[in-house]
């Protein structure tokens, strides 16, 4: 997430300096949110025997996280600051929302709500910073906010038996394993869609190539079978957003 943001915030025309700012921020947000959800789960991931959290397994202790995820918090708030008010105000929403879906929302039926501010904050965050701020595009932050909630349905897929099992009843949970399986591709090629309709100008051969070559992973990645446990999904939603970033970049001097 990290260094798609900072490559968006070079192509909009942050410069050295500003597109630093950003890495920083989005960092130090996302390090936060992370370890804040490492720290609340931690019981949740013993009891569900999850060999991938070393709070879980016992190699570093609970409390280690938590600190590391408030440090982390009090650290992006500075940061964020270097883009400016406005720039800092709208990152930290986005940051606050992953840590309102950590302590709240990933229990109620508006858990993709997070993700959508979040994700959907980034061009703004981006726009905001620059020499003369405005705010994004429609498409740049309806973009973002598809490519969110995706990535939520599509997180989720892996862990929904032990999800719960555990009392985690989130949209993604409530609907199922098949249904979210197949609402996870459209729901980001969606976002695929939008970055290559909305920008003026017509959508040239690179926009069609990659979101054919979106359409195939996100079909490849959700809607074949791999298992309850498979990381496939998630790391197809990671290509798929990849390649929706990717046509944000070629877009970026359009997105303001």
Known sequence: MTVF???????AGRGAAGSAAVAAAVLTGQLSVGW?????DA???????????PVATGELPGRTVAVAAGTALVLCVPLSLLSGPAAGAV??????????????????????????VGFGSLPAFVTLGLASPSW????AV???????????????LPDIEDDLTTGVRGLPQRLG??????????????????VVAGPPGAADDSDRVLAAAAGTVAIAGTAVPSGAGS???????????????AQLVLRGSDMA
Request: glycine letters at 6%.
């Open 5 to 11: 943001v900072t490559a968006l915030a070079v192509a």
């Open 36 to 40: 804040c959800n490492d720290a609340i």
């Open 43 to 53: 019981q949740r991931d013993t009891v569900c025997a999850r060999r991938d959290k």
């Open 91 to 116: 990152h930290l929403v986005g940051t606050a929302s992953g840590w309102i879906y950590n302590l709240r929302l990933k229990h109620t039926v508006l858990s993709p709500l997070p993700y959508a």
């Open 136 to 139: 994004p595009a429609w498409w």
């Open 142 to 156: 309806t973009a973002g906010a598809l490519l969110g909630v995706g990535a939520h349905l599509v997180n989720v």
């Open 177 to 194: 394993r098949p249904a979210c399986r197949w609402l996870a591709p459209f729901v980001l090629l969606a976002a695929v869609g939008v």
């Open 231 to 245: 990381r496939w999904p998630f790391r197809a939603a990671i290509v798929v957003a990849g390649i929706a970033v």
